[in-house]
């Protein structure tokens, strides 16, 4: 079992940035896939940006390419989303989610949200114009 705790949003003007984190326990981290996901309102929820098991392969949709950056810190146990240039339409709820079922392969990236077994309550993050 894999528990996940988000931090780190806020409300922030538009271009400026912010880090998400998120605490992990449970299993060992770095043994499964990870991804960030956002529900803007009225909005379904998407994937953002997501790490393989072996850290080696990333995805960013479209929209936020360039902008944001995923990583993750084994001593620590985190997993971080880096968000520069923000703007309006960032604002959602962003979720951690791990995957922590079998998979063959420990360079494949995962994007979507019934491919992953466990979720963090949510950050709030906020741009104003």
């Known amino acids: 079992q894999v528990q996940l705790v988000e931090s780190g949003g806020g409300l922030v003007q538009a271009g400026g940035s912010l880090r998400l984190s998120c605490a992990t326990s449970g299993r060992t981290f770095g043994t499964y896939a990870m991804g960030w996901f956002r529900r803007a309102p009225g909005k379904e929820r998407e994937s953002v940006a997501v790490?393989?098991?072996?850290?080696?392969?990333?995805y960013l949709t479209d929209a936020v390419k360039g902008r944001f950056t995923i990583s993750r810190d084994i001593a620590k146990s985190t997993l971080y989303l880096q968000m520069n240039s923000l703007k309006p339409e960032d604002t959602a709820v962003y979720y951690c989610?791990?995957?922590?079922?079998?998979?063959?392969?420990?360079?494949?990236?995962?994007?979507?949200?019934?491919?992953?077994?466990?979720w963090g309550q949510g950050t709030q993050v906020t741009v104003s114009s």
């Open positions: 989610a791990a995957r922590t079922r079998f998979s063959k392969t420990w360079y494949r990236t995962f994007t979507l949200e019934d491919e992953y077994d466990y």
């Open positions: 790490i393989s098991r072996n850290g080696e392969s990333t």
